[in-house]
């Protein structure tokens, strides 16, 4: 079974500053990663993933991720946040099976202040 | 393409009343997935279909929930009878099989239910 632990429920920031939104899971096998955004009322947009390879991995809209094994960690970074980042940003997994199941965490609220 | 498809967006119900959520998938997308997010957690996936057929239901509450995909096309999720815990937003999603030899979920805008 996997988990997924996003260790910031908030995350106030200003614009143009940087900004990283932490995320560990714990998985017995291997998985893939992702983080999806969500705006106010709309569904999961997905920003980037992890499958293999290059552990630094670049998503949509300037932001990025790095696959840490030893840690079972998966942290998201944007050097320089706008207004419109703020959002809700959750973290999942899947296994590598082909089923597509995702497992999330419990999301991070971005505000982003001018 | 057009994406996922939801209706309806927002839903006020009492406790003990019925209520059905639809989703219609994006064209050709196998497979479907209906996820509950209460307020303040991640969704959980609640069924999983692949075409008509089941694939995971292990954590949708039998004894309330039910959930169909006639024809392997459109689903529909019902609550009955609704509970206050039932409160949330109802995702659906499907996913095709990408580039990279995984299934990429897509995600409707989702159900708001709220139950008094």
């Known amino acids: 079974a996997q988990s997924v632990t996003q260790l910031d429920s908030q995350v106030p920031v200003f614009e143009e500053a940087p900004v990283e939104l932490r995320c560990n899971y714990s998985?017995?096998?291997?998985?893939?990663l992702f983080w999806y955004v969500q705006y106010p009322n709309q569904g999961l947009q997905l920003l980037l993933k992890?499958?293999?390879?290059?552990?630094l991995v670049k998503g949509i809209n300037g932001f990025e991720a790095e696959f840490n094994k030893s840690q079972t960690s998966f942290h998201l970074r944007k050097p320089s946040v706008h207004i419109s980042d703020t959002a809700e940003y959750f973290c999942?997994?899947?296994?590598?099976?082909?089923?597509?199941?995702?497992?999330f965490g419990q999301g991070t609220t971005l505000q982003v202040k001018p | 393409e057009a994406g996922v498809a939801q209706s309806p967006r927002y839903k006020i119900i009492e406790k003990r009343q019925s209520v059905a959520f639809w989703c219609n998938p994006i064209s050709g997308h196998a497979t479907l997935y209906w996820y509950q997010q209460i307020l303040g957690q991640g969704p959980k996936l609640l069924i999983q279909f692949q075409n008509n057929g089941v694939v995971d239901d292990s954590q949708l509450p039998k004894d309330r929930f039910s959930a169909e995909r006639l024809k392997g096309v459109d689903s529909t999720l019902k609550i009955q009878p609704a509970k206050l815990e039932d409160s949330a937003v109802y995702l659906c999603?499907?996913?095709?099989?990408?580039?990279?030899?995984?299934?990429?979920?897509?995600f409707g805008p989702g159900t708001r239910l709220t139950v008094t």
């Open positions: 999603a499907s996913s095709s099989l990408g580039t990279d030899g995984r299934y990429e979920q897509y």
């Open positions: 999942a997994v899947s296994d590598r099976g082909n089923t597509g199941k995702l497992i």
């Open positions: 992890y499958l293999s390879g290059s552990t």
């Open positions: 998985s017995s096998v291997s998985v893939y």
